[in-house]
């Protein structure tokens, strides 16, 4: 039973990753522009000849299905193929930029799960909540370039105590950290404040304060677990959050990373590197979730299938 | 009464949510090894009163008191800390539903140990190791019959029964060793052999010199544990005494209203208790305005049944793939006017047999055959056009309907899906007509369903269900969720609606004292099987089958009037 | 009352600030005589004062009319958008939730796979397959939407259908279609109405974030991600230029996601 669950399970994320992997290929191939044109460059006056000689080379003047079949070889061996633009293997362009992105995405994550946590359950059912609600709406619709040019201002141009752009050592990675870690925390304080007051009002709570338990013992040894449960659900669009917001606040900041690639590729229309990304994207995301389910079989030991119906009873 | 130390000792207890007085100076008091029940319909404030005892009022509540001795203590002033220092120490608390009273996301046993974990060990106060508290847990799960206690301290709340469930809750409340145990509805979650089991425990508990206040909406449940009664209504006690005094001799009319209203098992026939309670006018129903001629009276049986179900099976499969038969070969057969009651504990199939004969659900095996024409076997939009000959009535209305509705628009529907309507009334004379009917008031017309009170709504699904003019009403369970005053009304209503309309009645339960007082034949079903069937007072005087015997064993008994027995020697 | 943003005073401001941009955006020359476009050397990069609320950017174009002037651009995306994929949402999520087991399965891989990227990373990829530009953003948005609500949609159709409610009319013999548009439509849409209301905020808030990366309107049309994109190198000199934009969408987002809950929690009370 337990194997064939694993099974299926891996089966499940091969065809997450294959889905977005096909779907990257077809809709890419319908992009208008001829691919060569963008490897040599707008300005290049080449040679019908020579495009021609190129376009064999990538395999461009194979049938579509043979351009798809050995793009997905290649894919298993590990093989994204070659940017147009900076003529290096994908697989490199994104392990030379992925240090940084991870950096900032941790950074992010660390902030943004202490802001929640001490938020959360420092101010639960308290009169102070109201306050803090505000914040953590205000968070949650600021935009985040706009969260970090003001962040920028203030304590870059302003009191200077942070570079204004870069990636060296830790000070430069303090300020676009905060600013993808405020929207993140402004959801998830607010989703583990209302999970802990939701499960305040459980009656194994009043159980547990009949037993005589003060409210230190209530929150850590009950209703931070219960609260846990809904912030978990989030965690996909957290992570997504992450990325995204890696990709805004790079360029406010003038960091290297993955956003940047993202961008630059996009703007270039360079397709081998956008389709590495969202196959890399995938795959990110595929890890996430899974790590998400052990994470609530962990916490809530309920989880179970229940008894089906053998036939259609929907 | 005996000499025993107060344990409990309350005078002039008010709560107040703002202006209003929801719990108005009560009194009481507790001895050691004493039971006092607290009984009261919802909204009497006796939760709120055992709440008080333990400083648990919600917030936004204020209590002026006279007198308040807990185990000893004065808790007049208490501050939180010092009711923290009191609860789980000195007053224990068993609440409703152990699956959602215990921690859903901790062992059984983490549970039963907290008590200990925060006052130390009962008496000395002193911190324990673990060792010597898993020993005290698994000690006290054994103590309170638990089966294994050592493995089912492991195991999660939702991995045990109900029965075992509601076990270790208690087991956590006397964790510390308290004087005094409050148990608030500790069995009304439970089926009824399970809740005779707890109730016993409850009562050895009490042998053994614990006090306990128990709180219930049933009377006879209460009777055969407590030593004493409290009646409450509207935040006031208005009677108090032994429970053979309070039982066989109400005082107050409200006492006296809840003691007729309540269903049980071996009184007179059916036909007497409702003649006697008709004349109080607060609950007269009027089936009249119906079109009462063109169905004819209920003795001119049709030989020819209505419903017939034969060898009915329905499996499904368990999440290890094994299959699990909910229903496996049940018979029955439904005449015009006939009221037929199907009981069993949960899980015993008798839903899944309803949704079956209500054709919402096709059998794997077997047929059911409506007005002697196929009914299981034919397709959906074969058996649109009939649904109106048979309608559910199920426990929980609110959920019947949409939410967008009004109750017009509600009960409209329910001409609009009958094919077979005569269309020469209008539409607005006929729901009125059939909201009297079911004894509404037609001012309701343009009320939304969150707006009624739990009565209403069931009188408004009975409204719907009449509105397509049925043969055969199913009911599932259609009382389960109201108070005793309420149930007995709607109880008379389908009765009235059965022999005034000659409507035939399938009424699925799991209370045996409301099938008795409605049914002439009852289906007693377990594990998907009928285990037995018949006439209903002959199989509840009779029980020939070893379960349905224990069924009937079990079901509270209230001491009837000319036959007292003192509540301190239990019958069983 | 749990909060000031819960409370009635929140929800007034809200829908005042909602109206005002609404008014913005449909006739922006109410709230400034000057135009968004014109140029004045002599006013390069003034504070915020009289004459100048919102101060000045480096051509001396006045910051508070082009904010004015950018509020349709931002909230015609914001409503375009999400009433767009809304629509389409609801149409495949409730076929997919009344269809048979496999086509909805089919389906419903589809849109996890779609799910599992991040809304913001789709409509980039969006961008890469439709190429920069104004329109594009707004169908970008739109398209990373659009799973979301499909989902949604989806997963209210399948617990609707399970409702009391349903099986009672299913019960009376209501024709299936019947019982389709009278329960199981209405009552899905209110849900997700609210999460579409919601969702305007975000589908701004993203709509902003791809032209400020430069990949919708180009100067000199006025859009708030752009002029905070063109206040970013001017930080340094003048805050206000790129400082007033993101109080407006701050402010706009914050306000559609008050009337959101407020709408979300009118529907629950009406369920329970």
Known sequence: MIVRRILERVAGMVVVVWGAATAAFLVLKLVPGDPVDVMLGVSAQASPELKQSIRAELGLDQPLIVQYLSYLARLVRGDFGTSYQLRLPVTDVIGQQLGYTLQLAAASLAIALVIALVGAVLVHGRASRGIFSVLELLAISSPPFWIGLVLLSIFAFGLGWFPVAGADGIQSLVLPAVTIALPVAGILGQVLRTGLEDAEEQPFVTTARARGAGSARLVLRHTLRHAAIPALTLAGYIVGSLLGGAVVVESVFARPGLGRVALAAITNRDLPVVMGIIVFTAIVFVLVNLVVDLAYRAVDPRIETPTTAIRGAR | ??????????????????????????????????????????????????????????????????????????????????????????????????????????????????????????????????????????????????????????????????????????????????????????????????????????????????????????????????????????????????????????????????????????????????????????????????????????????????????????????????????????????????????????????????????????????????????????????????????????????????????????????????????????????????????????????????????????????????????????????????????????????????????????????????????CDEVLVMRDGRVLERGATDHVFRHPEHPFTRALVAAVPRMPSSDRHHAPDEPSR | MRGWARGRLGLVAAVFLLLIVVAMAVAPWIFTPLDPLATDTSQVLRPPGWGHPFGTDQTGRDVFTRVVYGASYSLGVGVGATAAALVVGIVVGTLAGLAPRVIDGVAMRGVEILLAFPEFLIALFAIAVLGPGPVNVATAVGVAALPAYIRVARAETLVVRRAGYVEAARGLGVHPLRVAVAHIVPNTLRPLGVIATIGIGTTIVAAAGLSFLGLGPQDPTPEWGLLLSGGRNLLGQAWWVAFFPGVLITLTVVSATVVGRRLRRAGEGRRS
Request: a negative charge.
């Open chain 2, 1 to 518: 009464m005996t000499e025993n130390r107060e344990v409990v000792r309350v005078s002039g207890l008010t709560v107040r949510f703002g202006q209003t007085v929801v719990v108005d100076s009560v009194s009481l008091s507790v001895a050691a090894g004493e039971c006092l029940a607290i009984v009261g319909e919802s909204g009497s404030g006796k939760t709120l009163t055992a709440r008080a005892l333990l400083g648990l009022l919600p917030d936004g509540a204020s209590v002026d008191v006279d007198e308040l001795v807990i185990d000893g203590v004065d808790a007049r002033s208490n501050s939180e800390r010092d009711w923290r220092h009191l609860r789980g120490a000195r007053v224990g608390l068993v609440s409703q539903d152990a699956l959602v009273s215990l921690d859903p996301l901790r062992r059984v046993g983490a549970e039963v140990a907290e008590v200990i974990e925060i006052h130390g060990a009962p008496g000395s106060g002193e911190r324990m190791p673990r060792a010597g508290i898993a020993d005290t847990v698994t000690g006290l799960l054994a103590r309170v019959a638990v089966p294994e206690p050592a493995d089912r301290a492991r195991q999660y709340p939702h991995e045990l029964s109900g029965g075992l469930r509601q076990r270790a809750l208690i087991a956590s409340a006397l964790a510390g060793e308290p004087g005094i145990l409050i148990a608030d509805e500790p069995t009304t979650a439970l089926d009824v052999t399970v809740q005779a089991q707890v109730l016993d425990l409850l009562s050895r508990l009490r042998a053994a010199g614990l006090g306990i206040i128990m709180i219930s909406h049933d009377l006879a449940v209460v009777a055969g544990v407590a030593d004493r009664v409290a009646v409450m209504k509207d935040g006031r006690i208005v009677e108090e005494g032994t429970t053979t005094e309070v039982l066989s001799n109400p005082q107050h009319p409200y006492t006296q209203m809840l003691l007729a209203a309540a269903p049980r098992l071996g009184d007179g026939p059916f036909a007497d208790r409702v003649a006697a309670r008709r004349r109080s006018p607060s609950i007269e129903i009027t089936p009249g305005g119906l079109d009462t001629a063109a169905r004819g009276p209920l003795d001119q049986r049709e030989s020819a049944p209505l419903l017939h179900a034969t060898g009915l099976g329905r499996d499904f499969r368990r999440h290890d793939g094994s299959l699990r038969s909910a229903v496996d070969d049940v018979s029955l057969t439904v005449h015009a006017g006939a009221s037929i009651g199907v009981v069993g504990e949960s899980g015993s199939g008798k839903t899944t047999l309803a949704r079956l004969l209500l054709g919402f659900d096709d059998p794997d095996r077997g047929s059911v055959s409506l007005d002697g024409r196929d009914w299981s076997g034919v397709s959906e939009r074969r058996r649109r056009s009939r649904r109106g000959e048979i309608q559910l009535i199920s426990q929980d209305p609110l959920g019947s309907f949409d939410p967008r509705y009004t109750v017009a628009r509600i009960v409209a529907e329910g001409l609009r899906g009958d094919a077979r309507r005569r269309s020469s009334e209008k539409p607005a004379a006929r729901i009125r007509q059939l909201l009297e009917s079911v004894g509404l008031d037609v001012s309701l017309e343009g009320r939304r369903p969150h707006e009624l009170s739990g009565g209403q709504r069931q009188r408004v699904a009975i409204a719907r269900a009449l509105a397509s003019e049925p043969r055969i009403l199913v009911c599932d369970e259609p009382v389960s969720a109201l108070d005793v005053s309420i149930q007995a009304t709607i109880i008379d209503l389908l009765d009235a609606l059965r022999r005034d309309l000659g409507v035939a009645l399938v009424f699925v339960s799991h209370d045996l004292a409301v099938v008795a007082q409605l």
